[in-house]
């Protein structure tokens, strides 16, 4: 069992583990396609990150897309904030109005209210106005009803 394990050992030492001790592979694999892209209009290669082609000053479309998509992307937060601030406003709003009439329901039930109380009060007086009409404060002469004094 040692010596098997020691075989191993020593194959895999022998063997590597797969790498290459060529130069120009590690170069190739050093290089990352995915930080540099080709110029439009010359073919030069350049970073995605540079805004023009060093060579041609032809505009490197992907940071100009960045940036067309940031500004769309500041656009639609804009247009969600003017949206919950005017959801804001018409909430106020509905509440100003539930208030408002509230309000003037409660002033209505309290004019209401006033004009009873008013109306009793002014049938009350007419009631003490009116002049007795019993029989004992009547004298009938000749089928006419006179007032005694």
Request: hydrophobic share 35%.
């Amino acid at each position: 069992m040692k010596c098997l394990l020691a075989a191993l050992n020593m194959a895999l030492l022998m063997a590597g583990c797969g790498g290459s001790d060529s130069p120009q592979e590690s170069e190739d694999n050093s290089f990352n396609a995915s930080f540099i892209a080709k110029c439009e209009a010359c073919g030069n290669g350049i970073s995605k990150q540079a805004e023009e082609c060093p060579r041609c000053r032809h505009p490197n479309p992907i940071p100009i897309a960045v940036l067309k998509g940031k500004a769309d992307e500041k656009q639609r937060l804009a247009q969600l904030e003017v949206k919950r601030l005017e959801g804001e406003h018409a909430k106020r709003l509905a509440e100003m109005e539930k208030k408002a009439l509230a309000e003037m329901k409660a002033q209505a039930l309290a004019k209401m209210e006033a004009n009873k109380r008013e109306k009793a009060a002014n049938d009350a007086s007419k009631q003490k106005r009116k002049p007795a009409t019993t029989l004992l404060d009547l004298e009938v002469i000749g089928g006419e009803r006179n007032p005694r004094k």
